[in-house]
């Protein structure tokens, strides 16, 4: 059967806009990116902590949250921060949020994350080595470390269940993560345990976004950027155009055959009007970038830190020798303020790890709105209305997803059916004829 062409309207240029524009064009279809910002991946995918870690899968939802959500809340500088505002939205999110706490649905929405992520870390492969994209990239693995007993006997049996779902997360001892990480052995006394899991990456996700979108732009992909999108609007039960604000304030429609949402936390506002509700709360991200100082005592390995829920990369190319420390979540609306204490936390545990390696008197800090969906499985498929499609809700891991997500919504909207085992919105199981099934994915 022959693959109809069409012309597909993606919004937004983040990492799951310019992955869904790139596999889209693959596909053979005419593709058109529309965005507010001047370039390709500047807000969400601009400063994240850079790591592709299909072992953190573990959601912010399950049996132990409720409890240390309850601990940290109104301190400044808790890994988890909910900031109860006078938001419906917020409650709705939060109900949702505890209802996803049991262990039964832990373990469900872990072996989507697992899924997703085995298949998006081996896409984002291949097409690395189909076209040479470089972005900082390290292939070295990511080692989890726990300074906190009770938090290292917590990762054992999620980290049993991503090896049985095909994520190779082993459990080390202290000495081992020393042995992987020198940098580690000043802290090595206060270590409970660690994971490592070798096929795990890491890579600066802005820079991968504005290298895939000149490939996509050489390819034939319009990218129309300094656009504010405005509404959705129908004919019938089909998306016929999107309303646009251009960069010289003017009004235009940009019709399409299909329209792909890729709007991170700005998506449900698109999709509500039409009467779709976007399970999506924005978790605000905090991020500290750093020169190296003493390159002797700075970690090569991409590192977790399960405790303070914070991510370590090292970026090193002609642009410097870069620490990026990112993480941390707190739930305050739609509100992008730098919180200096929780800047300050950030750094002040970068210190504690690791003296010296960075210098902290040029640290730039960074903040972005994370869509967050309150069982950080992310919103992919077909929605109510007949050519709208969503790529959406990745939470902390758009980075760890972006591939897979982008080949797999090509797939959805082309009419073929994924290769991999997920729960896609819109593509209920029992939908599917039996041959179309995806055979799961353990490599």
């Known amino acids: 059967k022959a693959l109809k062409i069409m012309r597909v309207i993606v919004l937004g240029a983040g990492l799951l806009g310019v992955t869904s524009a790139y596999f889209l064009q693959q596909r053979g279809h005419e593709v058109t990116v529309i965005d507010r910002q001047a370039t ?78 085995t298949y998006s870390r081996s896409t984002l492969q291949k097409l690395r080595a ?37 994520c190779e997360r082993q459990v080390i001892s202290a000495d081992e993560a020393v042995r992987l990480e020198p940098a580690l052995a000043h802290i090595r006394p206060q270590m409970a345990g660690a994971t490592y899991t070798a096929e795990d990456e890491s890579g600066d996700a802005n820079q991968f976004t504005r290298e895939l979108a000149k490939l996509c732009e050489a390819a034939g ?55 779709i509700n976007l399970p999506i709360y924005p978790a605000k991200g905090y991020s500290v970038t750093m020169p190296v100082r003493d390159t002797s005592k700075a970690y090569e390995l991409s590192l977790t830190d399960d405790e303070y829920k914070l991510v370590f990369s090292r ?38 790890l690791f003296p010296g390696a960075g210098d902290a008197s040029q640290a730039q800090f960074w903040t972005g709105l994370r869509p967050a969906t309150p069982s950080n499985v992310p919103l992919i498929g077909k929605t109510k209305v007949g050519n709208l499609f969503v790529n959406t809700g990745h939470g902390t891991l758009g980075w760890t997803h972006a591939c897979g997500s982008g080949q797999a919504i090509a797939d959805i909207v082309s009419g073929r059916v994924p290769e991999v085992d997920f729960d896609f919105v819109g593509l209920e199981r029992d939908q599917r004829p039996p041959a179309l099934l995806p055979v799961r994915n353990t490599a």
């Open 221 to 275: 992909v319009q990218f129309r950027m300094g656009h504010h999108i405005t509404a959705l609007r129908k004919t019938g039960e089909h998306i016929n155009h999107v309303e646009v604000t251009n960069a010289e304030g003017g009004f235009e429609r940009v019709t399409g055959d299909a329209f792909v949402l890729s709007m991170g936390s700005f998506s449900p506002f698109l999709a509500q009007p039409l009467g």
């Open 40 to 117: 390709p991946g500047a807000e969400t995918s601009f400063a994240n902590g850079g790591q592709i870690s299909v072992s953190h899968a573990e959601p912010w939802a399950n049996p132990s949250a409720p409890l240390k959500v309850l601990q940290w809340l109104g301190k400044e500088d808790a890994p988890l921060l909910f900031r109860l505002r006078a938001d419906m939205r917020q409650w709705l999110w939060g109900l949702q949020f505890l209802r996803n706490c049991t262990p039964a649905r832990t373990r469900h929405n872990i072996e989507q994350i697992v899924s997703l992520g």
């Open 315 to 352: 970026y090193t190319s002609e642009r410097g020798d870069r620490l990026r420390i990112a993480g941390t979540a707190e739930f305050n609306g739609y509100d992008r303020t730098l919180n200096q204490t929780r800047c300050d936390a950030i750094v002040r545990r970068v210190e504690q």
């Open 130 to 166: 189909d076209t040479g994209i470089a972005y900082d990239q390290r292939t070295q693995g990511i080692l989890h470390f726990y300074t906190n007993a009770q938090e290292f006997d917590g990762a054992l049996a999620p980290a049993e269940q991503m090896r049985a779902l095909g």
